[in-house]
């Protein structure tokens, strides 16, 4: 992929998941930088990636050809207000913020912006990140090429062609992580209580989950269902629990949980 100049405004959690996915994936140290206010957010990022840093944010966008935006979204306006006398005509801009629409980035920018929306997950840190990638009409093809392998160099990759699909690849993958961590503490949880030590609870759990992910990642042909059903032998010990969780409405659980943060970011989109 072409190695352009990257400049990471904002150095917390999502930036150095992408971060130290690219230079894992041999993206060159020297050209990213990352900003944010603390030096004690941006002296990690140096000291274990090797990537240059700054306080300055103006400085640090004015030198790149890809900005990426990636400070909260309650941040974004006041951060791009001081961005604005930057010529963009030739940059590719990417914001990985949630809640935050394409044409609200062109009013806090002041300019029509070469953009792609992209809504990554943490797991980049590993490579085994899922981004959504939305590009806005005026994106060339070669941006649109340049931002789909930037973020395949840390995990998996896919378009949507409408805005508000960005919502939904929030729904099912940037907050996902969190989803899968909660169930996982729960079992840990539970599995304590039935004798365990956490750090054998937490090996249980964990080789379980990336085993299961493991199995449907290499049975791309096999419905999930019957994924499940080779677990459930009739009458046996998994039936009962996955009749527990039927009883509780799990699936419709995660339904709504999934649309409640459809909806956050639907909100988020008139908050900011
Ligand atoms: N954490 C996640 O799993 C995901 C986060 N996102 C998006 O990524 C963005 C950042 O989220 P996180 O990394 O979780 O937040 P964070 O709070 O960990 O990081 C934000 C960073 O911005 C820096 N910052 C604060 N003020 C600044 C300024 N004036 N100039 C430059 N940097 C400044 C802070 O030092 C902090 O390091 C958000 O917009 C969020 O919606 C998207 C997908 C997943
Ligand atoms: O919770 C959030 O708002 C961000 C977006 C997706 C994951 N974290």
Redesign the pocket.
Known sequence: MEQRSITF???????RSIIAGLVASGYPANKITA????EA?REPLARDYGIHTDAD?LRAAQQADVIVL????Q?ME??CHALQDIDFSNKLVIS????ISASRLNEMLNTELNLVRV????PSLIGKGMSGLFASQSVSENDKVYAEQLMQAVGEACWVQQESGINGVIAAA?SA?AYFFLFMEAMQKEAIKQGFDADTARLLVQQSALGAAELVKANPETELSTLREQVTSKGGTTAEAIRTFNEHQLSDIVAKAMRAAVSRAEEMEKLF
């Open positions: 405004i904002g150095a917390g959690n999502m930036a900003t944010a206010p603390s957010r944010n990636a400070v909260k979204p941040l006041s951060v990985i913020a949630a809640g809504m990554p997950n943490t940037g992580p």
